[in-house]
T-cell receptor, first 112, second 112 residues
C-alpha cells in the first residue's frame, strides 16, 4: 500500500526544550505538505501546512521546513510542553491526484 | 472540537456482517475523506468525495463502499467483515481538495 508499515519512531524531550520531528516524503511531485498531531483516543488535528513554493513557514511555536532536494520535511516545536505529547504525522499530496499520503508518524513524549 | 461528527463511536460486530459508519462534515465543507487507522498499517486513505462525486480512491477494498449525500454527509459501508477490518475509521472534511482537513473523532470498529 501507499502507507509505510508502522515502525513508529519515538522522540523524548525535556519540557521547555525544542523538538524537531523529521519526515521523509515519498513523491518528488508532491507539492503540498501538512503536519498533523494525534493525541491518544482522538482524531488527527491540523498543525501547520506548507506548499512547495516555500522553504519555511512559521506558526505559533511551530515551524515547518521543507527541503525538496532531499524530499525532507521537518516540524520544529519551540519550548515543548507536556500537552505536546502526541503522535505527529506528516502528509503529502500532489496536483496529479487528490489522495493524501501519510507518513508512519513519530511519537513525541515530553518529560516534565 | 473539529466540527466533524462521526457515529457511532464504537461498534462491535461479528465476522461476515455488514456495518455503516456515518460522517457529517463541518458546515460549508464540500470534501469528505475516509481513513482507516490500524496498528500495523498506520493511517491509510480510503476514499474522497467532493460535493457528492467520488474524487479520489486509495486503498479501499472492494468489500467497502462509500457515498456522499446531497446534504453532504457521508456513509462508509463495510461488508463481509473480517477480523482484520478491526480498526479506527476516521472521516475528515475540507472546503476543497488539497487544503487542510479537519478530522472527526473516529469510529472504533471491533470485529469478533
Amino acid at each position: 500500500g501507499e502507507s509505510v508499515g508502522l515502525h513508529l519512531p519515538t522522540l523524548s524531550v525535556q519540557e521547555g526544550d525544542n523538538s524537531i520531528i523529521n519526515c521523509a516524503y515519498s513523491n518528488s511531485a508532491s507539492d503540498y505538505f501538512i503536519w498533523y498531531k494525534q493525541e491518544s483516543g482522538k482524531g488527527p488535528q491540523f498543525i501547520i501546512d506548507i506548499r512547495s513554493n516555500m522553504d519555511k513557514r512559521q506558526g505559533q511555536r511551530v515551524t515547518v521546513l521543507l527541503n525538496k532536494t532531499v524530499k525532507h520535511l521537518s516540524l520544529q516545536i519551540a519550548a515543548t510542553q507536556p500537552g505536546d505529547s502526541a503522535v505527529y504525522f506528516c502528509a503529502e499530496t500532489t496536483t496529479s491526484y487528490d489522495k493524501v499520503i501519510f507518513g508512519p508518524g513519530t511519537s513525541l513524549s515530553v518529560i516534565p | 472540537d473539529s466540527g466533524v461528527t462521526q457515529t457511532p463511536k464504537h461498534l462491535i460486530t461479528a465476522t461476515g456482517q455488514r456495518v455503516t459508519l456515518r460522517c457529517s462534515p463541518r458546515s460549508g465543507d464540500l470534501s469528505v475523506y475516509w481513513y482507516q487507522q490500524s496498528l500495523d498499517q498506520g493511517l491509510q486513505f480510503l476514499i474522497q468525495y467532493y460535493n457528492g462525486e467520488e474524487r479520489a480512491k486509495g486503498n479501499i477494498l472492494e468489500r467497502f463502499s462509500a457515498q456522499q449525500f446531497p446534504d453532504l454527509h457521508s456513509e462508509l459501508n463495510l461488508s463481509s467483515l473480517e477480523l482484520g477490518d478491526s480498526a479506527l475509521y476516521f472521516c475528515a472534511s475540507s472546503e476543497d481538495t488539497r487544503v487542510k482537513q479537519y478530522f472527526g473523532p473516529g469510529t472504533r470498529l471491533t470485529v469478533t
